[in-house]
């Protein structure tokens, strides 16, 4: 077992993990810690823990930030700002056809990033030249997707709050179609998309409370036995435990009455899918929500 610390670089993003190398580290101090990329600046995010050994060794935390380390984070800043501008002129210079997103500074200047998008290949290789020898630094453009956009630009999502991505997921997890249909939601591109295009993270939120809610009911269409009969259901509230059944009395006569989930009994499984299911053909543009 090692101790380690967790750290955050950016706002919502990845937490990655350090070896604390004997300092007294609490939940939003910020740390200098040695990186792939060399040094860099960032947030505690998880206090000291123990993990199992793992396949490759923990870098460390160096130290926690000083007076001019708060400085210099602060004028990176103002250097990726103006970088930006310069890289936005000189794309349009070029002619390229990319959108330019975000720029990141590496902590100790050894490499600027530019961060962007475009739907179509793009030969950035003169760009890299002029930027390589206005800033004298190592160069790195990449490309990024929608999500990935408005993570970095953030904005208001339907409803009224900041993105999620943009302001406390680490990471995007698998959004799926089924989980719209599971939580009974329209299928209208329009309703269930994010501000990216994309199906809305928030899908994923309470899927698993539903998967299990939904375990304890039946299913349209399906015969159960209720307090006052036999009868086909004819509708499920899943949250609420409600069961709409359809009963036919002796009579003929048809009631629609609700009963708890754990007021019926399944008699016997529908063979039938539910129609509106059935019926359904997820035109092109609901088909580019569904994640690869």
């Given at each position: 077992?090692?101790?380690?610390?967790?750290?955050?670089?950016?706002?919502?993003?990845?937490?990655?993990?350090?070896?604390?190398?004997?300092?007294?580290?609490?939940?939003?101090?910020?740390?200098?810690?040695?990186?792939?990329?060399?040094?860099?600046?960032?947030?505690?995010?998880?206090?000291?823990?123990?993990?199992?050994?793992?396949?490759?060794?923990?870098?460390?935390?160096?130290?926690?930030?000083?007076?001019?380390?708060?400085?210099?984070?602060?004028?990176?800043?103002?250097?990726?700002?103006?970088?930006?501008?310069?890289?936005?002129?000189?794309?349009?210079?070029?002619?390229?056809?990319?959108?330019?997103?975000?720029?990141?500074?590496?902590?100790?200047?050894?490499?600027?990033?530019?961060?962007?998008?475009?739907?179509?290949?793009?030969?950035?290789?003169?760009?890299?030249?002029?930027?390589?020898?206005?800033?004298?630094?190592?160069?790195?453009?990449?490309?990024?997707?929608?999500?990935?956009?408005?993570?970095?630009?953030?904005?208001?999502?339907?409803?009224?709050?900041?993105?999620?991505?943009?302001?406390?997921?680490?990471?995007?997890?698998?959004?799926?179609?089924?989980?719209?249909?599971?939580?009974?939601?329209?299928?209208?591109?329009?309703?269930?998309?994010?501000?990216?295009?994309?199906?809305?993270?928030?899908?994923?939120?309470?899927?698993?409370?539903?998967?299990?809610?939904?375990t304890q009911l039946p299913k349209e269409g399906d015969l159960v036995k209720?307090?006052?009969?036999?009868?086909?259901?004819?509708?499920?509230?899943?949250?609420?435990?409600?069961?709409?059944?359809?009963?036919?009395?002796?009579?003929?006569?048809?009631?629609?009455?609700?009963?708890?989930?754990?007021?019926?009994?399944?008699?016997?499984?529908?063979?039938?899918?539910?129609?509106?299911?059935?019926?359904?053909?997820?035109?092109?543009?609901?088909?580019?929500?569904?994640?690869?």
């Amino acid at each position: 077992m090692r101790e380690f610390v967790g750290v955050r670089f950016r706002k919502a993003g990845k937490i990655y993990y350090f070896k604390s190398k004997g300092l007294k580290l609490t939940r939003g101090d910020i740390v200098i810690a040695e990186t792939v990329r060399g040094l860099e600046y960032g947030t505690v995010e998880i206090e000291k823990s123990q993990i199992e050994d793992l396949n490759h060794p923990l870098k460390k935390v160096v130290r926690i930030a000083t007076e001019s380390d708060h400085t210099q984070y602060n004028n990176n800043k103002e250097k990726e700002r103006e970088a930006f501008g310069i890289c936005q002129d000189k794309i349009k210079k070029h002619g390229l056809d990319m959108k330019l997103i975000e720029t990141e500074l590496t902590f100790d200047c050894s490499k600027i990033m530019f961060y962007f998008t475009s739907e179509n290949r793009v030969d950035f290789r003169k760009l890299v030249k002029e930027l390589a020898a206005i800033f004298r630094m190592r160069i790195e453009l990449r490309q990024i997707g929608v999500r990935d956009e408005a993570k970095a630009l953030n904005s208001i999502g339907m409803c009224g709050r900041s993105l999620c991505c943009a302001t406390f997921l680490g990471n995007f997890q698998p959004v799926s179609i089924k989980m719209a249909k599971d939580q009974s939601l329209s299928l209208n591109p329009s309703k269930i998309s994010g501000v990216c295009g994309r199906l809305m993270c928030c899908l994923k939120y309470e899927e698993e409370t539903y998967e299990a809610l939904t375990t304890q009911l039946p299913k349209e269409g399906d015969l159960v036995k209720t307090p006052d009969g036999t009868g086909i259901v004819f509708g499920v509230s899943v949250l609420r435990q409600l069961v709409k059944v359809q009963i036919k009395s002796k009579d003929e006569t048809v009631n629609i009455n609700y009963y708890n989930g754990d007021e019926v009994k399944l008699v016997k499984k529908s063979n039938k899918t539910n129609e509106k299911l059935e019926k359904l053909e997820i035109d092109e543009e609901l088909s580019k929500l569904i994640d690869e």
